[in-house]
């Protein structure tokens, strides 16, 4: 059975552009398959003729992966009017692009690929595909900043997952963490009173800076792709996942002026329910928001302690 594609990753697979991309040049007609133009969502297979502004795209390159260890000042992004963009930097001969992001003022491991299937698979969260931190921060560290790291900050409207947090200096520490939020660890450092000075990734799942110096990078050996696809192989499909990680984070982060309208909105519910039981009574008769005073002595015959 012939393998088909989408036709914008048909035409992403062979580096020419993003799949966004694509979708532009196909609703702007400047696509063609097989002499017709195409509708969007139609799947290709690698027998059919393809053409853009009729040229005919190359073949799909082989495979990258590569792991490069990004210096301070590399913007994670592939848009090529910032200079310091990571794909400059790397200079790699066919179209890459980052697997997840480092900020420009952070440094360390970072893959790129030209497969976009992996990219979803490895940033997944919910896979618990594990990322290792070297962070230096302002002042002197203490028991109660690092037991709070691991068990959790409020940031973002959501709270952190548990992570791995061992100090290893009087400033310094080392995290592992299993999510990627924005700016995270700068974050919760913040969060907490502390400011990064320097931070370092330093591993990615089973692969670590070892042999690269700032500014290299290298192709991903054999044993270590076979590692993560063996890691990656039961991962749902991104839909599903984002569904149910959505789901989670919905339950988890809902912003505290909703649930104070929801509560409300119960009070009112509730007081509602007691004026229509005749619970509440106001002096002339109508129904009213106070409670009726109690008499002074209980249904038991007690007599009340008040004055």
Not at 191 to 211: A, D, S
Not at 228 to 253: F, H, M, R
């Amino acid at each position: 059975m012939t393998d088909l594609k989408r036709l914008n990753k048909f035409i992403s697979d062979t580096g020419f552009c993003s799949r966004r991309e694509a979708d532009k040049y196909i609703e702007d007609g400047r696509v063609i398959v097989n002499g017709m133009r195409p509708v969007m969502g139609v799947k290709v297979a690698l027998s059919d003729t393809v053409l853009i502004d009729g040229k005919a795209l190359k073949k799909v390159p082989k495979r990258a992966y590569i792991a490069y260890n990004k210096p301070v000042g590399i913007t994670c992004t592939t848009e090529r009017k910032i200079q310091s963009n990571i794909v400059k930097a790397v200079n790699y001969p066919d179209r890459i692009f980052p697997i997840g992001r480092l900020d420009r003022p952070s440094e360390g491991l970072i893959f790129l690929t030209n497969e976009g299937d992996i990219v979803n698979k490895i940033l997944r969260a919910g896979n618990n595909h594990e990322k290792e931190y070297v962070v230096t921060v302002d002042k002197p560290l203490n028991r109660q900043f690092v037991n709070k790291m691991a068990n959790g900050i409020p940031i973002l409207d959501t709270v952190t997952k548990k992570c791995k947090v061992t100090q290893t200096g009087s400033q310094q520490f080392t995290i592992v963490l299993t999510q990627g939020l924005n700016r995270q660890i700068r974050r919760m450092c913040e969060y907490l009173g502390y400011e990064v000075v320097t931070l370092k990734r330093t591993r990615i799942m089973n692969v670590t800076l070892k042999g690269l110096k700032v500014g290299q990078w290298r192709h991903l050996t054999e044993q270590e792709m076979a590692e993560i696809n063996n890691s990656i192989a039961d991962s749902g499909k991104t839909e599903e996942l984002s569904v149910d990680e959505n789901k989670q984070s919905a339950n988890i982060s809902k912003p505290l002026q909703e649930r104070s309208v929801r509560k409300e909105d119960d009070k009112k519910r509730d007081f509602a329910k007691h004026v229509k039981q005749g619970r509440f009574e106001s002096k002339h008769g109508q129904p009213s928001n106070k409670p009726a005073r109690r008499n002074s002595t209980t249904r038991t015959g007690t007599l009340s302690l008040k004055k």
